[in-house]
């Protein structure tokens, strides 16, 4: 009888503190950034970074760049979100250009939307009068891209009871500012699919 | 005279094969072993590594996750780890993965194979 | 065996000579196997160089022209007089005189100066009687005529005496003037004789051209000076006529940004000769332009006033810029004097790694 007390005790004991582990309420944990991420059919995180690779990798063996023995001025312009989904596309276009600033092959000049910080600084540096005028950045020494990516993402979706199917396709496209033809476009296409 | 004849044979027989084996250049992580190689080359494409990889499926489970590994001259990385990419082959088919190095630097690569649920 | 091997041997040695031969060929030189051109003479700006010949700049001319709409009222008086009233002599008769063209500009030109710039006046708005020195020239003229000038308030004339009939006549003419003004511009010219300094031309200093009245286009005969002997005995002169000179004043809007941009230029096209003093030949001859440039973010908001002494300073250098451009092109200057060192965007070098500081640790 003492013993199977002890015994109840003891399991109970235990149990008890297994039970309060496993209740210790949410776990966080550190992933990995660059792992394939397959939690909704929607668009990801795997999505926005094999776009962006792709693209930069087809952008670098183009003639227009690698036949160069300078690097050009690129300024990047809008893409547009084609697809019903909310889809931050300045984020495909700041990797993008990211990654083709760290090859070192070609050289961005600011775009439209990061005008308003440029005009305020060379306003502070150059009419506040407060800055010695062999330090300052002048206005009207500005240098202009020679080309522009432009480019837009659209997607199909389709879906019954038990599949839904996504597809999308990224374009891209690098347009000479000046002649205003088109040097230089690619796709991507992804598919993704859920079954219930 | 006699003795210059098989050292030249060598040094032929060498120049023509000094790469790397294709399991040598492959990293597998997870549970890979029914994705086989096929066919593993290289070349220097408008001043970028391009890297051609033939991979088949000998099995049922289709979803396989690729990445390249871009090294410099001395084997030391030139660029920070890619995103794992997925693809899709059926059984039995043969699908060709590109990989096209991320700047000039590159001038040796590796292969990694990992699986994803 | 050794037989073969020999025969091997020298095969193998014969193989790799013909075949090290055949890989490298030498390149063609451009030039090689064509005959030297016969008539290929050597380069003005070589021997301008070498013989240390002397070349003048002059400063631009430049001539500004004017219209102006002129009106003129003239009002002459004739007196009928049976008797003799003192203070007029009396003369009858006298015709209105007439308003030659060359006495409106006797009248007028003198008053009118030729600053600039030159207005233009409206037919209706002009009265002599709104201007009250070209009033009272008008009337110490018509006194020195012998007419008396009425004044202008009163209808009447002053009290006859005797039996005088007086016709009046009331002449109103307008027209067109012209104005022109020639003259040297004196501030651009420098900068290009430093050009040809540094370029090793011996450089003389012209003088400068007055210009004389009633010389009209002449003042640009440039052959004339040379023989008047302007140029101090050089044996070139670069001779600039200015083309036209505007002065901008735009407001736009920056994209992307709440701010506007005002832009303030300056800007000059000049015509340069470059004349052999002995023949008249001309060895060079181009159009250069120069334009300074300021820009004032919100200026036309903050009502920005420009230093016309800056745009000209920047105007100046373009202008040489551009001419060094034009002689570099015509072979007179190197280009490295030409070209300004424009700032390239040069791809980054591969990672360059110091292989001897390679370290690989074992397990």
Redesign the interface.
């Known amino acids: 009888m003492r013993a199977l007390n002890k015994s109840i005790v003891g399991i109970s004991f235990f149990s008890t503190l297994f039970l309060l582990a496993g209740c210790s309420g949410p776990q966080v944990r550190y992933g990995d950034a660059k792992a394939v991420e397959t939690v909704t059919v929607d668009y990801g995180s795997t999505d926005l970074q094999s776009i962006a690779e792709a693209m930069v990798r087809s952008l670098l063996q183009t003639k227009v760049i690698s036949g160069s023995k300078y690097a050009p001025t690129i300024t990047v312009a809008d893409v547009k979100n084609k697809t019903t989904e909310y889809i931050d596309t300045r984020v495909i276009t700041d990797k993008i250009r990211t990654q083709l600033l760290k090859s070192g092959q070609v050289r961005f000049a600011v775009n439209i939307n990061e005008m308003q910080s440029q005009v305020d600084e060379l306003k502070r540096q150059n009419q506040s009068g407060l800055y010695k005028s062999n330090t300052i950045s002048k206005t009207g020494n500005m240098e202009g891209a020679k080309y522009r990516l432009e480019g837009s993402i659209s997607s199909i979706v389709k879906q019954t009871k038990d599949v839904k199917d996504v597809y999308y396709v990224f374009n891209l496209n690098l347009i000479d500012n000046e002649t205003g033809l088109l040097e230089w476009a690619d796709e991507k296409e992804i598919r993704k699919s859920a079954t219930r | 005279?006699?003795k210059?004849?098989p050292l030249?044979i060598a040094l032929l027989l060498s120049a023509c094969n000094s790469n790397p084996s294709v399991s040598e250049m492959t990293i597998r992580m997870g549970n890979t072993g029914n994705i086989e190689i096929v066919d593993m080359r290289s070349i220097v494409?408008?001043?970028?590594l391009?890297a051609q990889v033939t991979v088949k499926n000998d099995s049922n489970s289709n979803l396989v996750?690729y990445?390249f590994k871009w090294l410099?001259?001395?084997e030391?990385a030139?660029?920070d780890?890619?995103?794992?990419?997925?693809i899709t082959i059926a059984k039995g088919q043969t699908g060709t993965i590109i990989?096209?190095?991320?700047?000039?630097?590159a001038t040796d690569f590796r292969v990694e194979l990992n699986q994803?649920? | 065996m050794c037989i073969k091997n020999i025969r091997f041997t020298y095969f193998v040695a014969f193989a790799a000579l013909t075949l090290f031969g055949c890989s490298s060929t030498p390149p063609i030189r451009s030039g090689q196997g064509l005959l030297p051109n016969p008539f290929a003479s050597k380069p003005i700006a070589e021997t301008i160089k070498e013989e240390q010949k002397s070349i003048a700049v002059t400063n631009i001319f430049y001539k500004k022209e004017g219209a102006n709409v002129k009106y003129v009222e003239e009002i002459s008086n004739k007196y009928d007089s049976n008797a003799s009233i003192s203070g007029i002599s009396g003369s009858a008769d006298k015709p209105a005189p007439e308003s030659k063209s060359s006495d409106t500009k006797d009248i007028f030109s003198d008053i009118q100066t030729s600053a600039f710039p030159i207005k233009f006046t409206n037919v209706s708005d002009f009265k002599p009687s709104d201007h009250p020195t070209i009033q009272k020239d008008l009337e110490a003229r018509l006194a020195a005529d012998g007419i008396p000038v009425p004044p202008s308030n009163s209808s009447t004339p002053s009290a006859p005496v005797g039996n005088i009939t007086t016709n009046s006549q009331v002449v109103k003419k307008a027209g067109i003037e012209r104005q022109a003004e020639y003259g040297q511009l004196r501030s651009f010219s420098a900068a290009i004789r430093g050009l040809l300094i540094k370029s090793g031309y011996k450089v003389v200093m012209a003088n400068t051209a007055v210009p004389v009245a009633n010389q009209g286009d002449d003042f640009f005969q440039v052959v004339e000076r040379i023989k008047a002997g302007e140029f101090n005995g050089a044996d070139y002169v670069m001779f600039g006529v200015l083309g036209e000179m505007s002065f901008t004043d735009n407001v736009d809007e920056i994209p992307g940004t709440k701010s506007t941009s005002q832009q303030i230029g300056l800007d000059l096209i000049v015509d340069f000769s470059l004349i052999d003093t002995k023949t008249y030949q001309v060895v060079a001859s181009f159009l250069a332009e120069g334009n300074g440039k300021e820009v004032r973010i919100d200026g036309r908001d903050n009502g920005f006033k420009p230093s016309m002494a800056k745009l000209m300073k920047q105007a100046s250098t373009t202008l040489a810029q551009d001419v060094a451009r034009h002689l570099a092109d015509q072979n007179f200057v190197t280009s490295t004097i030409a070209e300004p060192e424009i700032g390239r965007n040069y791809k980054r070098n591969p990672y360059s790694d110091d292989a001897s500081t390679l370290k690989i640790y074992p397990k």
Do not use: C, Q
């Open positions: 005279m006699k210059l004849i030249f494409r408008n001043g970028l391009t996750s990445r410099g001259k001395n030391i030139i660029f780890d890619e995103a794992w990419k997925p990989g096209i190095a991320p700047s000039p630097d994803y649920k």
